[in-house]
């Protein structure tokens, strides 16, 4: 079975910093790949996601990952991030090959300090 | 457009008293329900996971139970509450077989449940 791990817990960034966060996943080949975000009293939403093709995904709010295949990496960033980007974020895939059930990193707490 | 609710939001109970928790979705038909546990530095955990009415699976050995008695509800129950139920929980969905679906999964607003 897959499994995710993110190795930042807690970031805290001042703004306009770049932010990187790293995720890693057990298994290769094809397989798609997510980034949830949960602002402060609100439900968990999407981020970005990675089906196929360009290996960099552009999200909402200026987010990005890139898909390395070869590191099984799937890192989210961000060049300049603001006060309203304190969060928590998730990364996910699927728990096995082709199904529905997603598994979920541990989640980066994200503070932003103005 | 689907949505998706489940309630209550927060719920306070007292050890050993029984817990139902409720998930609906609307604007779909025959999604997959999923509920999930969230804790502080843990990440979130899959609980059930139900492609029809009356198919649940059990993720991981706990206390609680699920029900799926009509295609678009969904309902996290126990007889007996433990401490250790504590927890957010959140109910989602994902179009099923007949929707396609790339994986991508639907929240809800999540609901706090104490036990004391």
């Known amino acids: 079975a897959q499994s995710v791990s993110q190795h930042n817990h807690h970031v805290i960034l001042s703004e306009a910093a770049s932010l990187e966060l790293g995720c890693n996943y057990s298994?290769?080949?094809?397989?798609?790949l997510f980034w949830y975000v949960q602002y402060p009293g609100q439900h968990l939403q999407l981020l970005l996601k990675?089906?196929?093709?360009?290996?960099l995904v552009k999200g909402i709010k200026g987010f990005e990952a890139e898909f390395i295949k070869s590191k099984f990496s799937f890192n989210l960033r961000k060049p300049s991030v603001q006060w309203s980007d304190t969060a928590e974020y998730f990364c996910?895939?699927?728990?096995?090959?082709?199904?529905?059930?997603?598994?979920f990193g541990t989640g980066t707490q994200l503070k932003v300090e103005l | 457009s689907q949505t998706i609710h489940q309630w209550p939001a927060t719920l306070v109970q007292p050890v050993g008293s029984p817990l139902s928790l409720e998930c609906t979705v609307e604007?779909?038909?025959?999604?997959?329900l999923y509920w999930y546990r969230q804790a502080a530095g843990r990440g979130l955990q899959l609980l059930f996971y139900?492609?029809?009415?009356?198919?649940i699976s059990s993720e991981v050995p706990q206390n609680l139970s699920a029900s799926r008695p009509q295609d678009r509800q969904f309902i996290l129950s126990s007889k007996k509450l433990l401490l250790s139920d504590s927890g957010f929980y959140l109910c989602?969905?994902?179009?099923?077989?007949?929707?396609?679906?790339?994986?991508?999964?639907?929240f809800g607003e999540g609901s706090r449940l104490t036990v004391l």
């Open positions: 604007g779909t038909s025959n999604p997959n």
């Open positions: 989602a969905w994902s179009p099923g077989l007949a929707g396609g679906g790339t994986g991508e999964l639907f």
């Open positions: 298994y290769g080949g094809t397989v798609n």
């Open positions: 139900s492609v029809g009415i009356g198919q």
């Open positions: 990675y089906f196929s093709g360009d290996p």
């Open positions: 996910a895939a699927p728990q096995e090959r082709g199904g529905n059930k997603l598994t």
